[in-house]
Protein backbone atom coordinates (compact mmCIF):
# COMPACT_ATOMS: atom_id res chain seq x y z
CA UNK A 1 0.00 0.00 0.00
CA UNK A 2 1.43 3.48 -0.82
CA UNK A 3 2.51 5.73 1.82
CA UNK A 4 2.39 9.09 2.57
CA UNK A 5 4.08 11.41 5.27
CA UNK A 6 1.35 12.60 7.68
CA UNK A 7 2.52 16.14 7.58
CA UNK A 8 1.57 16.05 3.76
CA UNK A 9 -2.19 14.43 4.41
CA UNK A 10 -3.29 16.39 7.27
CA UNK A 11 -3.25 20.57 8.34
CA UNK A 12 -1.53 21.00 11.92
CA UNK A 13 -3.48 23.28 14.10
CA UNK A 14 -0.65 23.27 16.62
CA UNK A 15 -0.24 27.26 16.69
CA UNK A 16 -4.10 27.96 17.67
CA UNK A 17 -3.30 25.96 21.01
CA UNK A 18 -3.59 28.23 24.24
CA UNK A 19 -2.17 26.14 27.22
CA UNK A 20 -4.13 27.20 30.65
CA UNK A 21 -2.24 26.90 34.25
CA UNK A 22 -4.65 26.26 36.90
CA UNK A 23 -5.68 29.54 38.22
CA UNK A 24 -6.53 30.66 34.39
CA UNK A 25 -8.42 27.02 34.16
CA UNK A 26 -10.67 27.88 37.50
CA UNK A 27 -11.62 31.17 36.27
CA UNK A 28 -12.97 29.74 33.46
CA UNK A 29 -14.62 26.93 34.51
CA UNK A 30 -17.47 28.38 36.06
CA UNK A 31 -20.30 26.78 34.02
CA UNK A 32 -18.07 24.00 32.49
CA UNK A 33 -19.62 24.28 28.52
CA UNK A 34 -16.77 22.79 26.29
CA UNK A 35 -13.99 20.05 26.74
CA UNK A 36 -11.02 21.34 27.54
CA UNK A 37 -8.71 18.40 26.17
CA UNK A 38 -4.67 17.37 26.94
CA UNK A 39 -2.61 14.68 26.04
CA UNK A 40 -4.70 11.91 27.12
CA UNK A 41 -8.40 13.19 26.11
CA UNK A 42 -10.76 15.65 28.07
CA UNK A 43 -9.22 16.96 31.24
CA UNK A 44 -12.02 18.94 32.57
CA UNK A 45 -14.78 21.34 30.97
CA UNK A 46 -14.55 24.99 30.99
CA UNK A 47 -16.43 28.19 29.43
CA UNK A 48 -14.75 29.04 26.39
CA UNK A 49 -13.12 27.33 23.43
CA UNK A 50 -10.40 28.10 20.55
CA UNK A 51 -11.87 25.20 18.35
CA UNK A 52 -15.17 24.53 16.51
CA UNK A 53 -14.50 22.10 13.68
CA UNK A 54 -13.57 18.71 13.32
CA UNK A 55 -9.97 17.95 14.83
CA UNK A 56 -7.91 14.95 15.29
CA UNK A 57 -5.87 15.38 19.10
CA UNK A 58 -2.79 13.18 19.06
CA UNK A 59 -0.69 13.14 22.33
CA UNK A 60 2.43 15.27 22.30
CA UNK A 61 3.60 13.94 25.89
CA UNK A 62 2.45 11.58 28.33
CA UNK A 63 0.60 9.91 26.22
CA UNK A 64 0.63 5.65 25.17
CA UNK A 65 1.87 5.35 21.79
CA UNK A 66 2.71 1.68 21.95
CA UNK A 67 0.79 -0.90 18.97
CA UNK A 68 -2.85 -0.88 19.66
CA UNK A 69 -2.69 1.82 22.51
CA UNK A 70 -4.98 4.61 22.19
CA UNK A 71 -2.55 8.10 21.17
CA UNK A 72 -5.36 9.62 18.87
CA UNK A 73 -8.90 10.84 19.58
CA UNK A 74 -11.32 12.82 16.95
CA UNK A 75 -13.73 15.88 18.48
CA UNK A 76 -16.05 17.94 16.76
CA UNK A 77 -17.50 21.00 17.85
CA UNK A 78 -16.16 23.64 20.22
CA UNK A 79 -13.30 22.59 22.17
CA UNK A 80 -9.87 24.02 23.81
CA UNK A 81 -6.73 22.55 23.71
CA UNK A 82 -3.66 22.98 25.74
CA UNK A 83 0.06 22.00 24.35
CA UNK A 84 0.26 18.75 25.80
CA UNK A 85 -1.98 17.46 22.23
CA UNK A 86 -1.13 18.01 18.35
CA UNK A 87 -4.10 19.29 16.62
CA UNK A 88 -4.53 18.22 13.24
CA UNK A 89 -7.57 18.90 10.40
CA UNK A 90 -8.39 17.26 7.25
CA UNK A 91 -7.05 19.19 4.08
CA UNK A 92 -9.06 17.09 1.69
CA UNK A 93 -6.44 14.60 1.18
CA UNK A 94 -7.38 11.79 4.17
CA UNK A 95 -9.79 11.08 6.43
CA UNK A 96 -9.23 11.74 9.80
CA UNK A 97 -11.30 8.90 10.64
CA UNK A 98 -8.91 6.73 9.13
CA UNK A 99 -5.76 8.19 10.23
CA UNK A 100 -7.07 8.05 13.99
CA UNK A 101 -7.76 4.20 13.76
CA UNK A 102 -3.77 4.04 11.74
CA UNK A 103 -2.27 6.04 14.71
CA UNK A 104 -4.25 3.93 17.50
CA UNK A 105 -3.48 0.50 15.79
CA UNK A 106 0.39 1.19 14.71
CA UNK A 107 3.28 1.10 17.51
CA UNK A 108 4.57 4.76 17.32
CA UNK A 109 7.22 4.28 19.82
CA UNK A 110 10.20 4.54 17.71
CA UNK A 111 9.15 8.04 17.39
CA UNK A 112 9.33 9.09 21.04
CA UNK A 113 11.72 11.09 22.59
CA UNK A 114 12.58 11.64 26.41
CA UNK A 115 13.50 8.93 28.62
CA UNK A 116 11.15 9.88 31.76
CA UNK A 117 8.40 11.57 29.90
CA UNK A 118 8.02 10.88 26.33
CA UNK A 119 7.30 13.21 23.95
CA UNK A 120 6.36 13.02 20.08
CA UNK A 121 7.53 16.66 18.67
CA UNK A 122 5.69 18.06 15.46
CA UNK A 123 8.33 17.80 13.10
CA UNK A 124 8.43 13.69 13.46
CA UNK A 125 4.76 14.03 14.36
CA UNK A 126 4.48 14.89 10.76
CA UNK A 127 7.12 12.91 9.47
CA UNK A 128 5.40 9.53 10.33
CA UNK A 129 5.13 7.42 7.28
CA UNK A 130 0.92 6.78 6.75
CA UNK A 131 -0.75 4.22 4.93
CA UNK A 132 -2.77 6.15 2.08
CA UNK A 133 -4.85 4.42 -0.21
CA UNK A 134 -7.33 6.46 -2.46
CA UNK A 135 -10.10 8.81 -0.13
CA UNK A 136 -13.39 6.03 -0.77
CA UNK A 137 -11.17 3.52 0.40
CA UNK A 138 -9.98 5.32 3.41
CA UNK A 139 -13.67 6.14 4.50
CA UNK A 140 -14.93 2.52 4.07
CA UNK A 141 -11.98 1.29 6.24
CA UNK A 142 -12.19 4.15 8.87
CA UNK A 143 -16.37 3.23 8.43
CA UNK A 144 -15.82 -0.48 8.91
CA UNK A 145 -13.74 -0.41 11.55
CA UNK A 146 -15.81 2.56 13.47
CA UNK A 147 -18.90 -0.07 13.67
CA UNK A 148 -16.40 -2.91 15.09
CA UNK A 149 -14.60 0.28 17.54
CA UNK A 150 -18.18 1.21 18.63
CA UNK A 151 -19.32 -2.01 19.95
CA UNK A 152 -16.34 -2.37 22.31
CA UNK A 153 -17.71 0.58 24.63
CA UNK A 154 -21.35 -0.53 24.92
CA UNK A 155 -19.97 -3.79 26.05
CA UNK A 156 -17.80 -2.48 28.64
CA UNK A 157 -21.09 -0.38 29.87
CA UNK A 158 -23.35 -3.82 30.08
CA UNK A 159 -20.07 -5.46 32.51
CA UNK A 160 -20.25 -1.67 34.49
CA UNK A 161 -23.73 -1.77 34.69
CA UNK A 162 -23.55 -5.01 36.42
CA UNK A 163 -20.89 -4.45 39.01
CA UNK A 164 -23.40 -0.97 39.50
CA UNK A 165 -26.43 -3.50 39.78
CA UNK A 166 -24.90 -5.72 42.77
CA UNK A 167 -24.06 -2.48 44.70
CA UNK A 168 -27.38 -1.23 44.65
CA UNK A 169 -28.82 -4.85 45.50
CA UNK A 170 -26.15 -5.12 48.25
CA UNK A 171 -27.86 -1.82 49.71
CA UNK A 172 -30.93 -2.57 48.93
CA UNK A 173 -31.07 -6.02 50.83
CA UNK A 174 -28.98 -5.13 53.51
CA UNK A 175 -28.72 -0.85 53.90
CA UNK A 176 -31.12 -0.77 56.20
CA UNK A 177 -31.25 -3.78 58.81
CA UNK A 178 -32.05 -3.86 61.97
CA UNK A 179 -31.11 -5.48 65.15
CA UNK A 180 -28.52 -5.77 67.45
CA UNK A 181 -25.23 -4.60 66.29
CA UNK A 182 -22.16 -7.11 67.01
CA UNK A 183 -18.16 -7.24 65.95
CA UNK A 184 -17.48 -8.55 62.39
CA UNK A 185 -15.38 -10.77 64.19
CA UNK A 186 -18.44 -12.37 65.13
CA UNK A 187 -19.51 -13.54 61.65
CA UNK A 188 -16.28 -14.97 60.27
CA UNK A 189 -12.63 -15.97 61.34
CA UNK A 190 -10.14 -13.29 60.78
CA UNK A 191 -6.71 -14.27 59.55
CA UNK A 192 -6.99 -18.17 60.09
CA UNK A 193 -4.28 -19.90 61.03
CA UNK A 194 -2.15 -22.25 58.26
CA UNK A 195 -1.63 -25.06 61.09
CA UNK A 196 -4.77 -26.25 59.87
CA UNK A 197 -3.17 -27.77 56.89
CA UNK A 198 -0.19 -29.32 58.59
CA UNK A 199 -1.25 -32.88 56.70
CA UNK A 200 -0.97 -31.25 53.61
CA UNK A 201 2.40 -32.32 51.55
CA UNK A 202 4.93 -30.12 51.58
CA UNK A 203 5.60 -30.42 47.98
CA UNK A 204 2.09 -29.41 46.96
CA UNK A 205 1.14 -26.88 44.34
CA UNK A 206 -0.68 -24.30 45.32
CA UNK A 207 -2.22 -20.70 44.57
CA UNK A 208 0.38 -17.92 44.86
CA UNK A 209 -1.75 -14.36 44.33
CA UNK A 210 0.39 -11.14 44.88
CA UNK A 211 -0.97 -7.75 45.64
CA UNK A 212 -0.86 -6.96 41.55
CA UNK A 213 -2.74 -10.07 40.74
CA UNK A 214 -6.02 -8.74 42.51
CA UNK A 215 -7.87 -5.93 40.97
CA UNK A 216 -9.76 -3.03 42.44
CA UNK A 217 -13.20 -5.16 40.64
CA UNK A 218 -12.53 -8.29 42.45
CA UNK A 219 -10.90 -10.29 39.45
CA UNK A 220 -8.04 -12.09 40.42
CA UNK A 221 -5.34 -13.54 38.71
CA UNK A 222 -4.63 -17.24 39.34
CA UNK A 223 -1.09 -17.37 37.21
CA UNK A 224 1.01 -18.74 39.20
CA UNK A 225 1.44 -21.33 41.78
CA UNK A 226 4.35 -22.36 44.81
CA UNK A 227 4.99 -25.29 46.27
CA UNK A 228 3.66 -25.41 49.27
CA UNK A 229 7.19 -25.43 51.29
CA UNK A 230 8.31 -22.16 49.61
CA UNK A 231 5.40 -20.02 50.48
CA UNK A 232 4.50 -21.33 54.36
CA UNK A 233 6.65 -18.96 55.48
CA UNK A 234 6.45 -15.21 55.27
CA UNK A 235 3.38 -15.45 53.28
CA UNK A 236 -0.65 -14.72 54.18
CA UNK A 237 -2.39 -18.57 53.56
CA UNK A 238 -6.50 -18.39 52.32
CA UNK A 239 -8.40 -21.25 51.12
CA UNK A 240 -11.57 -21.85 49.14
CA UNK A 241 -14.04 -18.94 49.49
CA UNK A 242 -11.95 -16.80 52.22
CA UNK A 243 -12.57 -12.78 51.50
CA UNK A 244 -8.90 -10.92 51.42
CA UNK A 245 -9.23 -7.62 52.00
CA UNK A 246 -6.28 -5.24 51.43
CA UNK A 247 -5.09 -3.54 54.76
CA UNK A 248 -2.82 -0.39 52.90
CA UNK A 249 -3.35 3.23 52.30
CA UNK A 250 -3.50 3.07 48.50
CA UNK A 251 -6.35 0.39 48.34
CA UNK A 252 -8.60 2.18 50.48
CA UNK A 253 -10.48 4.54 48.44
CA UNK A 254 -11.33 2.37 45.50
CA UNK A 255 -11.44 -0.86 47.81
CA UNK A 256 -8.99 -3.57 46.32
CA UNK A 257 -10.09 -7.29 47.70
CA UNK A 258 -11.89 -10.68 46.52
CA UNK A 259 -13.71 -13.93 46.82
CA UNK A 260 -10.78 -16.85 46.13
CA UNK A 261 -11.95 -19.27 43.92
CA UNK A 262 -10.85 -22.10 41.89
CA UNK A 263 -7.25 -22.27 44.02
CA UNK A 264 -5.39 -24.70 43.37
CA UNK A 265 -5.59 -27.65 45.40
CA UNK A 266 -7.91 -25.23 47.85
CA UNK A 267 -5.00 -23.80 48.77
CA UNK A 268 -3.64 -20.44 48.47
CA UNK A 269 -0.41 -17.79 49.61
CA UNK A 270 -0.26 -14.64 48.95
CA UNK A 271 1.15 -10.59 50.05
CA UNK A 272 1.15 -10.40 53.59
CA UNK A 273 -0.93 -6.71 52.90
CA UNK A 274 -4.21 -8.49 52.62
CA UNK A 275 -6.51 -9.75 56.26
CA UNK A 276 -8.06 -12.79 55.21
CA UNK A 277 -11.95 -13.00 56.57
CA UNK A 278 -13.27 -16.52 56.55
CA UNK A 279 -17.20 -17.22 56.70
CA UNK A 280 -18.01 -19.36 59.10
CA UNK A 281 -21.51 -21.69 58.08
CA UNK A 282 -24.77 -20.96 58.83
CA UNK A 283 -23.91 -17.46 59.91
CA UNK A 284 -22.56 -15.52 57.31
CA UNK A 285 -21.41 -16.14 53.44
CA UNK A 286 -18.34 -15.28 51.28
CA UNK A 287 -20.59 -13.18 48.92
CA UNK A 288 -21.90 -10.96 52.17
CA UNK A 289 -18.62 -10.50 53.66
CA UNK A 290 -17.09 -9.41 50.26
CA UNK A 291 -19.49 -6.99 48.91
CA UNK A 292 -19.70 -5.45 52.47
CA UNK A 293 -15.72 -4.75 53.17
CA UNK A 294 -15.97 -2.87 49.19
CA UNK A 295 -18.27 -0.72 50.61
CA UNK A 296 -17.14 2.88 50.82
CA UNK A 297 -18.10 3.51 54.49
CA UNK A 298 -17.15 0.78 55.72
CA UNK A 299 -13.35 1.92 53.57
CA UNK A 300 -13.53 4.96 55.15
CA UNK A 301 -13.99 3.96 58.50
CA UNK A 302 -11.33 1.09 57.96
CA UNK A 303 -8.74 3.64 56.96
CA UNK A 304 -9.40 6.19 60.08
CA UNK A 305 -8.50 2.76 62.35
CA UNK A 306 -5.09 2.58 60.76
CA UNK A 307 -2.15 2.17 62.84
CA UNK A 308 1.94 2.54 62.33
CA UNK A 309 4.11 5.44 61.27
CA UNK A 310 3.17 7.78 58.37
CA UNK A 311 3.74 6.50 55.10
CA UNK A 312 3.29 2.70 56.83
CA UNK A 313 0.06 2.73 58.18
CA UNK A 314 -2.10 -0.88 58.01
CA UNK A 315 -5.41 -1.52 59.37
CA UNK A 316 -4.83 -3.44 62.00
CA UNK A 317 -6.66 -7.26 62.75
CA UNK A 318 -8.24 -5.96 65.78
CA UNK A 319 -10.31 -3.02 63.70
CA UNK A 320 -12.49 -6.38 62.82
CA UNK A 321 -13.47 -6.46 66.95
CA UNK A 322 -14.12 -2.94 66.61
CA UNK A 323 -16.41 -2.51 63.55
CA UNK A 324 -20.15 -3.10 64.15
CA UNK A 325 -22.62 -4.33 61.82
CA UNK A 326 -25.83 -6.09 61.89
CA UNK A 327 -25.58 -9.61 60.93
CA UNK A 328 -27.97 -10.50 58.48
CA UNK A 329 -30.06 -13.73 58.61
CA UNK A 330 -27.82 -16.65 56.46
CA UNK A 331 -31.44 -16.78 54.52
CA UNK A 332 -31.04 -13.31 53.20
CA UNK A 333 -27.38 -13.86 52.93
CA UNK A 334 -28.20 -16.85 50.66
CA UNK A 335 -30.62 -15.46 48.42
CA UNK A 336 -28.06 -12.80 47.72
CA UNK A 337 -25.32 -14.76 46.87
CA UNK A 338 -27.37 -16.44 44.50
CA UNK A 339 -28.09 -12.89 42.85
CA UNK A 340 -24.15 -13.09 42.51
CA UNK A 341 -24.04 -16.03 41.34
CA UNK A 342 -26.30 -15.19 38.33
CA UNK A 343 -24.62 -11.79 37.70
CA UNK A 344 -21.49 -12.93 37.61
CA UNK A 345 -21.97 -15.72 35.33
CA UNK A 346 -23.65 -13.05 32.93
CA UNK A 347 -20.98 -10.60 33.63
CA UNK A 348 -18.38 -13.87 32.37
CA UNK A 349 -20.28 -14.03 28.44
CA UNK A 350 -20.03 -10.20 28.45
CA UNK A 351 -16.45 -10.01 29.08
CA UNK A 352 -15.93 -12.67 26.80
CA UNK A 353 -17.52 -11.46 24.06
CA UNK A 354 -16.19 -8.16 24.80
CA UNK A 355 -12.77 -9.91 24.65
CA UNK A 356 -14.13 -11.19 20.97
CA UNK A 357 -14.49 -7.73 19.95
CA UNK A 358 -11.61 -6.18 20.74
CA UNK A 359 -9.86 -9.78 18.75
CA UNK A 360 -12.25 -8.64 15.92
CA UNK A 361 -11.13 -5.00 15.78
CA UNK A 362 -7.49 -5.69 16.03
CA UNK A 363 -7.80 -8.21 13.48
CA UNK A 364 -9.42 -6.56 11.30
CA UNK A 365 -7.08 -3.30 11.86
CA UNK A 366 -4.73 -5.44 10.78
CA UNK A 367 -6.05 -6.31 7.92
CA UNK A 368 -6.97 -3.23 6.67
CA UNK A 369 -3.68 -1.32 7.44
CA UNK A 370 -2.02 -4.06 5.28
CA UNK A 371 -4.59 -3.72 2.25
CA UNK A 372 -6.20 -6.99 2.93
CA UNK A 373 -10.16 -5.39 2.89
CA UNK A 374 -9.26 -3.71 0.07
CA UNK A 375 -9.59 -6.48 -2.27
CA UNK A 376 -12.98 -6.53 -1.81
CA UNK A 377 -13.97 -3.24 -2.86
Known sequence: ???????????????????????????????????????????????????????????????????????????????????????????????????????????LNKYIKGA??????????EKIPIPYPPLPDQLHIANLLSKAENLIPH?????????????????????????????????????????EINSLDRNSEVSFVPMAFVSEKGDVDLVQTRRLEDVWNGFTYFRENDVVFAKITPCMENGKGAIMKNLKNGIGFGTTEFHVLR???????????????????FRKKAEQNMSGSAGQKRVPTDYFDKVKIVIPPIQLQTQFAQIVEKTEGLKTQYQQSLQELEHLYGSLSQKAFRGELLSGL
Request: charged letters at 25%; a positive charge.
Open 279 to 297: PIEGISTSEWIYHLTMQHS
Open 155 to 195: RKESIRLLDEFLKSTFLEMFGNLKGERVPLSTACIINPKKS
Open 1 to 107: MKLEKLGAITKNLDSRRIPLNSEERIAKSKQGLYPYIGANNIVGYIDEYIFDEKILCVAEDGGSWGANQQCAVIYEGKTWVNNHAHVLAENGKASLEFIKNYLNYAN
Open 116 to 125: TRGKLNKSVL
